[in-house]
């Protein structure tokens, strides 16, 4: 784990796509190539632009998988987490808890 969270925080973290690499690296044990390309892949861009701060910015705001600073209107916290959870494919475990605490009372 302490691999993965060194390699997500050089890449920008939420700035960039280093979280969502990190993702990867610690629930699908993938290395950090393979990582890289795989959600570069689920991005539909090229793996130079995962630490392009302004490409990154506006496709995370576009997925709504967070952002450094709030946008209004877009999701924050466990919303933006589910939206990852869903993107690449993993299970969260906050968003796996969260799910099983929702309950409609038939709305």
């Known amino acids: 784990m302490h691999v993965a969270h ?3 925080s050089c890449m ?3 700035r960039t796509s280093g979280d969502l690499v990190a993702w990867m690296q610690m629930t699908h044990k993938m290395k950090i190539h393979e990582a890289k390309a795989y959600v570069a892949k689920k991005l539909g861009i090229d793996e130079e632009d995962l630490t392009n ?3 990154m910015r506006e496709l995370r705001k576009d997925l709504g998988i967070g952002t450094v600073t709030s946008i209004a209107g877009s999701p ?3 919303r933006a987490k589910w939206n990852v959870a869903n993107l690449l494919g ?6 796996e808890l969260f799910k099983s605490q929702l309950t409609f009372n038939g709305v």
């Open 6 to 8: 060194i390699m997500a």
């Open 90 to 95: 993993v299970k969260i475990r906050s968003v």
């Open 76 to 78: 924050k916290g466990i």
């Open 53 to 55: 701060e302004e490409v």
């Open 12 to 14: 920008g973290g939420i």
